[in-house]
């Protein structure tokens, strides 16, 4: 659906397009950091708690700079166990939480990013 804005003069027009590149990064910081708070909160209500030692290594990483978001485990010990909880083994079932988590929340990013853009043109932050 297009939407119209209101521009008055050039200047307007000029300020309005100047705007778009910062506009962008904001919403893309503020979309990476939703979507990885969605992802890690799902993976945390997912992942069993038997001891709840995995529960406290899922663990989100944002690289604002290079537009990247993660959601994991990296602790080297906890990372071998989450494997074998995710994907299971010849002795235990698969209990997936971490690709579910993503699969869930992947739908959002577009949507998300989409309602911060607006936001950040209009000159609104988060």
Known sequence: MARRIRLDGLRGVVRAIERIPEAMTEARTETLHEWADNVQGTAEDRVPRRTGALWESIEQK??????????????????????????????????????????????QVTRTYRAALRRHLRGGGA
Do not use: C, I, N
């Open 62 to 107: 944002v690289d604002e700079q290079y537009g990247r978001a993660e959601v994991g485990v990296w602790e080297p010990t906890a990372m071998e166990y989450a494997y074998y909880v995710e994907k299971g083994t010849s002795s235990m079932e698969d209990q997936p939480f971490l690709v579910p988590a993503f699969d869930e929340h992947r739908p």
